[in-house]
Each structure stands twice: as structure tokens, then as C-alpha cells.
């Protein structure tokens, strides 16, 4: 299956995979940080900038404000209390709004996560080209059927999400008549172990539920994005940012923009590469024969009017001559003409 999730880009598995540079709250609350990073996204070949849509109300309740008073593990991951830094790193509206105005100036697509139903509709009212569920909503069916309603592509995160849970977030959309949906293999662990990525999961999700499938990507570096371009993955979605030493949440597992560069650079060179099932030989290909494959030679001088035998036989460069896959049809032949020793032999040689 295959849709429009945007006016200009078409998802479909195993082609080129439409880039995400996820820049979250790595603005850190700060316009001028958010705009250096979108101007570093573009650089890089990013298709989008993605930012996340919450407000301290409609993301935490009082109990976990209450649990997280202090932060003491990781001063540069976190300052201060929760609430602190979600009142800090949260977008305002008329941020949204002034982040809208200047992708569109820099030609990079603008997206984000809703987490109510309120900065739902305010995404809508930007006309963001689709809606990216996180991880954590997949099952929340009434954000879900709200989100439906939009005709606008789902892009649904499975971090956390049993096969059921999957399943009944795919229902609950296409029973609200929203059938634009891609899923997102995807680890909500920061960074994960190798061995818990699970790459495979991509093919078993296309199989299982037919549609596009891409990779919300948590790991280090750029190796297991590329690695699922591979597998088919039609969207790649990495956390970015400018410089990986910076406070907060998510700059430590973030792509620099050396990464991400290699993540778009090279993603299109994998699914170019990926060809098709049936096998083809290039015209290229086909052009170096002549010179890369053998020809039956002859081992020793031959008289005109000699019984080739298998001894009198070897194969060597060029590809010019009779192949070596013609032995046996060449042993028992008469020679009309003589051959000195290391000679290609053609069929214009035999009787």
C-alpha cells in the first residue's frame, strides 16, 4: 500500500524513505537554538523538521510533578524539577506559529506531535502535512479517533505496543475512516541495546498489517537507520540536534549534523540500490563480459583436422570465444584449421 504523505512525496515500502529530522524539545525553549537547528536540518537533506506539541497540562498530572522534584542523576539531562523543565521546554502557540513561518521560508517540511486534542487543531489550523502519534498514545483511542477525523496520514509509533495494542490503534482509525496510516517500528528506550532494536520487526509489520512501515530511531549514530532502509523502511525518524553536549532531555542520543547528513545521503543510495526480486544484468554489466569472462583456449599446438579432446583444453581471458559451459559439446569436434598453443577457439575453427 501506498499514499501521499505529503502533496509532494508518496511512502511505499522498500523506496526511498522520507527523512525526519526530530528536533523534539532539543530547542530547549529557545527560538534562536530552534532556528539554528532547522537551518542545520535543511543542510543535511532532512524532508521535515519535527517538533512536539504538549503543554505542562496536558502531558503530566500533579502526582509525577509531585514524584519529581529534584533531579540529582544526570545534571545536564536534567535541571531542576519536572515541572521546571516542562514549563521551560514546552512551545507556546505563537512559537508553533513562528516555527511554521520559517520552515516554510527554508523549504523543509513542519510537523509535530499532538498530545491533546487542543494542539491537534492547532496543528491543523498550520496544515501540517500528517500526524505523528508518539509511542506512549498509540493507545489512547480518543486521541486516535479525533486524529482520524482530519483525513490527514497517521503515522503511529509502536514503542511499547503489543502486537494487540498495534492491532486495536490500526482499528480504532480505520473504523473512524481514516485509512492513511504508516507505522513505526520503534524502541522507546534511549539508547537501546543492539540486541533489543529488532530490525526484523519491520518486514513482519508490513506482512502482518499491509501498510508502510518505517523506523523511529533511538540508537547512537547512523548505522541501524541505514541498516533499515534495508529492510524496507519507507520513513526514517532520528532525534537531531546542533551539538550533542547541550542540556536536556534528548541532545545525548541525538544525531549531530554529520550523521544526519550520512543518515539522507546514503538512505537514497540503499533503496536505489535495492533493485527488484527478478534478476537483471545492466547494460554495464553486460558490457564487461567480454573482458572479465573466459573463452575456451587451447593447452597445446593443434593440427587441422584434430579430435578435440579435454586435455587439449583450458579457459582463460578474454570472453570472446566459445564459453567454457560449451565443453562438452566442443570434446569429440574436428579442427578445420590448425591452432598454435594458447589460442581463443571460435566456432568458425571447427568443422
Request: aromatic share 8%; hydrophobic share 35%.
Amino acid at each position: 500500500m501506498k499514499f501521499n504523505l505529503t502533496p509532494d512525496f508518496t511512502v511505499e515500502n522498500f523506496t526511498t524513505p522520507y527523512i525526519i529530522a526530530e528536533i523534539g524539545s532539543n530547542h530547549n525553549g529557545d527560538m534562536d537554538l530552534a532556528r539554528k537547528i532547522i537551518d542545520a536540518a535543511v543542510e543535511t537533506g532532512a524532508d521535515a523538521v519535527k517538533f512536539q506539541s504538549w503543554t505542562p497540562e496536558s502531558l503530566i498530572a500533579r502526582e509525577e510533578y509531585e514524584a519529581n522534584t529534584v533531579y540529582t542523576d544526570d545534571p545536564k539531562k536534567h535541571w531542576g524539577s519536572l515541572r521546571e523543565m516542562v514549563e521551560e521546554y514546552y512551545l507556546r502557540e505563537d512559537q508553533h506559529k513562528e516555527l511554521k513561518e520559517y520552515c516554510d521560508k527554508k523549504g523543509v517540511d513542519f510537523c509535530s506531535t499532538p498530545f491533546s486534542e487542543e494542539e491537534t487543531d492547532l496543528l491543523n489550523e498550520l496544515n501540517v502535512p500528517f500526524y505523528k502519534v508518539a509511542s506512549m498514545d498509540i493507545n489512547n483511542l480518543r486521541l486516535l479517533k479525533y486524529l482520524a477525523q482530519f483525513n490527514k496520514p497517521v503515522i503511529l509509533s509502536t514503542g511499547m505496543a503489543t502486537m494487540g495494542e498495534i492491532e486495536q490503534a490500526i482499528q480504532t482509525l480505520e473504523d473512524a475512516g481514516n485509512r492513511q496510516i504508516m507505522l513505526l517500528h520503534c524502541i522507546s528506550v534511549y539508547p537501546p541495546k543492539m540486541e533489543n532494536v529488532n530490525l526484523r520487526n519491520i518486514p513482519m509489520l508490513q506482512q502482518t498489517f499491509g501498510y508502510p512501515v518505517g523506523f523511529s530511531d533511538h540508537t547512537i549514530g547512523s548505522a541501524i537507520p541505514l541498516a533499515s532502509v534495508a529492510l524496507g523502511a519507507c520513513l526514517i525518524e532520528k532525534h537531531f540536534t546542533i551539538d550533542k553536549d547541550l542540556p536536556g532531555w534528548d541532545h545525548m542520543i541525538s544525531a549531530n549534523p554529520a550523521e544526519m547528513t550520512e543518515i539522507c545521503r546514503e538512505s537514497k543510495n540503499i533503496a536505489a540500490s535495492l533493485g527488484s526480486f527478478r534478476r537483471v544484468i545492466s547494460e554495464e554489466e553486460k558490457k564487461k563480459m567480454p573482458k572479465m569472462r573466459r573463452s575456451i583456449i587451447t593447452s597445446k599446438d593443434l593440427e587441422k583436422g584434430a579430435v578435440i579432446k579435454e586435455e587439449d583444453l583450458t579457459f582463460k581471458r578474454p570472453g570472446t570465444g566459445i564459453s567454457p559451459d560449451q565443453t562438452d559439446i566442443i570434446v569429440g569436434r574436428t579442427l578445420k584449421s590448425a591452432l598454435s598453443k594458447d589460442s581463443v577457439l571460435r566456432w568458425e575453427n571447427l568443422v
